[in-house]
Structure formats: C-alpha cells, structure tokens
C-alpha cells in the first residue's frame, strides 16, 4: 500500500514539473518574440529610431562681403555625402544628429580689383576645401505622404565643419608657337594658413519623401583675422542653396 501510494506522489510530482519546464519554456520563447517584435516596431523610417545616408549638391548664392573677390556663382558650389540619424519623440517632433563628407569649390573671376586669394590675374583660379561636418537638427513633421514614410518635414538645426585639406589651383594659357597653339600651366598650393580650419553654420531643410530643398548659412569667417587686417575684410558669401537626396528604405 505504501509503495503505491509512493508511486502515485512520485507520478504527480513529476507531471507538475514537466508542466512548468513547458510553462517556463513558453514564457521565455514568448519574451523573445516581443523583443523581435519591438524592435521591429523602434526602428525605421516611420519609427523611433531611423538612421539613413544622404548626398546634397549646394551653390553659392550673393553676395560676397567687400569688393576685393569676384565669384563665379554658376560655378561656386558644394558636394556633400553622410549619413544622419534620426530619434522620434512624438508623432510631429524628432531631433537628429548627422556627420559627412564635404567638398567646396570657389571659382574666382580674374579682374584688377582681386585680392582673394592673391592679388596676381590668372586665366583661372580657385579654392579647393576638403571638410569633415557634423549637424545637429529639429525635425517637424506636418500633413501626410502616402509616397514616402519618412513623410514631409522641416529640419532646423546648425553645423560645423573641420577642415583638413585645403588648396589654392590656378591655371594661365600658354602660346607655345608650334601649331598646337595653347596650352596651359597649372599651379596649386597647399595647407593655406589664412584659412580657418574650423567653420559653423546654421541650416533648413525642407523635406517632401527623399527630395529635400537645402540651404546653409555660414556664420563663421573663412579668412583668419590676421589675413583680414593686413589683406582683405572681404568674405566669401555665406549662404549656399540646394538641394538633397535621401536614401531611405
């Protein structure tokens, strides 16, 4: 009697711990697929977190600050490549972050009046500047885009960009007097110490899907103080508009 009964405690207990290994097991499966599914759920275009690349083309617009530079405006842009990220706090409001790549070209017309960069008439001249930037922004959004889910937006924010190449490139044309008639010289200088190496900005953006219109305000000076006062005070012009592409998926 009592082995039977031994037998039949023996029989419960081990059911009742065969259904809480399952129960557990189902437990911790469960969890796992919330956590899939939340993250799921965080991350993306129309979510809370969203990270995405980007290109931008940009050119200078009027005026420059003085009379002692002569911009070709067709011809004076920027080009940049990056990556941003994106943190939503509510349905309406983000704030973001981003780094890139940037290339400026500031082409100079050759007249007497031209002492940026140099005083001395080429047949072409321009500045060449290599930066690394980094952005910082409010994000509004505002009506519906069944096209696109990152939607349409205004970003407000402000950069700065760091400097790390740096060039002056002029070219004259040549009378070489055999039948091939021109050709031309080409000059660059480096590392130019009445520089800047570090500039800041403001920047907005307006946003429809992937197609953004892009303008940028430099508030920092290019030239450094000892280049202004025994050279030029002229500057460069501080706002460049265009436009940029997002890769979104």
Do not use: C
Not at 71 to 88: A, E, T, W
Not at 112 to 139: C, G, Q
Not at 201 to 216: C, I, P
């Amino acid at each position: 009697m009592m082995k039977n009964v031994s037998l039949l405690l023996f029989l419960i207990f081990a059911t009742s711990l065969s259904f809480a290994q399952t129960d557990t097991l189902k437990v911790k499966t469960d969890t796992g697929n919330v956590k899939k599914d939340r993250k799921k759920v965080e991350f993306g275009p129309g979510k809370t977190h969203y990270t995405y690349a980007y290109f931008n083309f940009m050119f200078a617009t009027p005026p420059e600050e003085g009379t002692d530079a002569d911009i070709f405006y067709g011809k004076s842009h920027s080009i940049s490549y990056g990556v941003r990220y994106r943190l939503k706090l509510a349905k309406f409001f983000a704030v973001g972050a981003g780094v890139n790549y940037t290339y400026y070209a500031w082409h100079f017309k050759q007249n007497d009046n031209k002492k940026i960069p140099t005083s001395i008439i080429y047949d072409k001249e321009k500045l060449k500047i290599n930066a690394l930037e980094a952005d910082v922004f409010f994000r509004f959004n505002f009506g519906k885009n069944k096209k696109s889910p990152v939607g349409n937006y205004i970003d407000i924010g402000g950069y700065g960009d760091r400097n790390f190449s740096t060039k002056r490139q002029f070219t004259n044309y040549i009378n070489d007097g055999n039948t091939t008639g021109y050709s031309d010289y080409t000059g660059i200088n480096t590392g130019l110490n009445y520089m800047n190496d570090i500039n800041y900005g403001a920047e907005f953006r307006a946003g429809y899907g992937s197609m953004l219109l892009f303008a940028k305000y430099r508030l920092s000076d290019m030239f450094t103080p000892e280049f202004k006062n025994e050279i030029s005070s002229t500057e460069l012009p501080r706002l460049m508009i265009g436009f940029e592409i997002g890769f979104h998926k």
